[in-house]
Nanobody, 124 residues
Framework: QVRLVESGGGLVQAGGSLRLSCAAS????????MGWFRRAPGKEREFVAA????????FYKETVEGRFTISRDSAKQTGYLQMNSLKPEDTAIYYC?????????????????WGQGTQVTVSS
């Protein structure tokens, strides 16, 4: 079992920044490839970013690449999503997830554990 707890969400003006954290407990964090997903009001959950178990591989949703950076600190058992140049369309509940497989994926059905989410609201 892996328990994931997100934090760092909030209200920010367009152009601002937030850093989301995902604290893991239970099974060793290093066994997880990690992903961030989001669900905007009235929309389905979508992939945002993913990082491999050793942090050596990352990939992003096209519309966030260059603005968002995913990272992880295995010593702290924590993953991060640094979000810069935020736009109103980034408003959503953001979820982190753990995938126990051996690759990096953006497909949500492949993830094994999920956090409860943290709200990000970007005002115009």
């Amino acid at each position: 079992q892996v328990r994931l707890v997100e934090s760092g969400g909030g209200l920010v003006q367009a152009g601002g920044s937030l850093r989301l954290s995902c604290a893991a407990s239970g099974r060793t964090f290093s066994s997880c490839a990690m992903g961030w997903f989001r669900r905007a009001p009235g929309k389905e959950r979508e992939f945002v970013a993913a990082i491999s178990k050793n942090g050596g591989s990352t990939f992003y949703k096209e519309t966030v690449e260059g603005r968002f950076t995913i990272s992880r600190d295995s010593a702290k058992q924590t993953g991060y999503l640094q979000m810069n140049s935020l736009k109103p369309e980034d408003t959503a509940i953001y979820y982190c997830a753990c995938f126990l497989g051996g690759w990096v994926t953006g497909r949500d059905f492949e993830y094994d554990y999920w956090g409860q989410g943290t709200q990000v609201t970007v005002s115009s």
